[in-house]
């Protein structure tokens, strides 16, 4: 009899419902903070909460894909919603085998604390890992100029417009001036302050906009 009862409960406790924690399976990864879960048999984009990992074109931008690949891809997680962003994607805490995804990122050096949408008691201790990382020079921290995100972002927007600085392509070693096409290229991702700065650390000027 109390088995009987116990499955009504756990049957219950299974129905599609409007609570705000769910699970479903990773059937795609968008890159290092954005996930595809099936929910119902439908595909939800996910936005990991409180986190940012570098954009694709930026260094790592791969490397935090892969790594939240090798977390949850395949797998089943447990989707906690917190929000719905402007883009109108479920903003969630994701948890695989018990894990975090979202602390996890920021624990390996994948990812920052969004500290501007990142207001919860635990986002102390995020940050405290985001230090911890940082000292150890963990993923991304390993470029010491590495870029938030949002700030890359927002570079990107008025490529080079009102902007002062070089950026150096730390690839071929060429550095651009604001204005540039190349400006923001993939590997455009080292800053420098001054002219002098990028040829004395070896990098040459564009052909194209002449720094
Ligand atoms: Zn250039």
Redesign the pocket.
Known sequence: MAHIHIFILTALLLLPSNLHAWTGKVIGISDGDTIKVLHNRQQVKIRLHGVDTPEKKQAFGNKAKKFTSSMVAGKIVDVQETDKDRYGRTVALVNVEGKSLNRSLVKSGYAWVYKKYCKDSFCRDWLKDEKRARKQRLGLWQDPHAMAPWEWRHKGKDRGIGQTGFHGNTSSH????PG????NCKNCTLEFATRAKALSAGYR???????
């Open positions: 060429v550095f651009h001036k540039c096409k190349h400006f000027p564009c052909g194209m906009c002449r720094p």
